[in-house]
């Protein structure tokens, strides 16, 4: 889990972009299951498919999955979530795919620090100690608020999370 963790670290010092459809970092960027797909397949975890959508078909079907309906920071539901799970979100852009999931991005843990949750992946403007941040990176890892949107726009609902089988079993 460590070795994975370094490689994604790794990748967000290497200026990259996001780039909607790209897995492959010598291209200047990638997209958030791109990126997941990438830095799974170089430590050894060759089943993992490509999109966010399926890469959660395969966790679930794996019962690997940890649902998230509680919208607390210190929620019971959170209690199992490690370093190096993947993390779930449904509407963070409109899409027809069934299940609907539309981001994935790798859990860091927390920051010495500050005590507050970490994630890394490739993302268009999530933030990090409060400044947007774009491309692939280290953001911040909160519960989004069902009450911020009512004027009906899109919004990100953070579903759950899993355990990568095969490194934590």
């Known amino acids: 889990m460590q070795k994975l963790l370094v490689s994604a670290l ?23 299951s791109g990126f997941v797909y990438f830095v799974l397949r170089k430590n050894g975890v060759t089943d993992v498919p490509r999109d966010s959508s399926q890469q959660f078909v395969w966790l679930r079907r794996a019962g690997k999955f940890e649902p998230v309906i509680s919208r607390k920071e210190n929620s019971f539901e959170l209690e199992n979530l490690k370093p190096g799970d993947l993390l779930f979100w449904t509407g963070t852009y409109a899409i027809d795919r069934d299940p609907p999931i539309t981001h994935a991005m790798i859990y860091l843990g927390r920051e010495k620090k500050t005590g507050e949750r970490v994630m890394v992946g490739a993302s268009d403007g999530r933030v990090y100690q409060g400044e947007s941040r774009y491309g692939v990176s ?32």
Do not use: W
């Not at 010092?13 to 291209?27: H, N, W």
């Not at 911040?140 to 949107?149: A, H, V, W």
């Open 138 to 169: 280290v953001f911040d890892f909160r519960l989004p608020r069902p009450d911020k949107n009512p004027d009906g726009k899109l919004q990100p609902n953070f579903v759950g999370y899993a355990h990568i089988p095969g490194l934590r079993d």
């Open 10 to 32: 790794d990748l967000t010092t290497r200026d990259l972009a996001y780039k909607y459809g790209s897995d492959d970092p010598e291209s200047g960027g990638m997209d958030c």
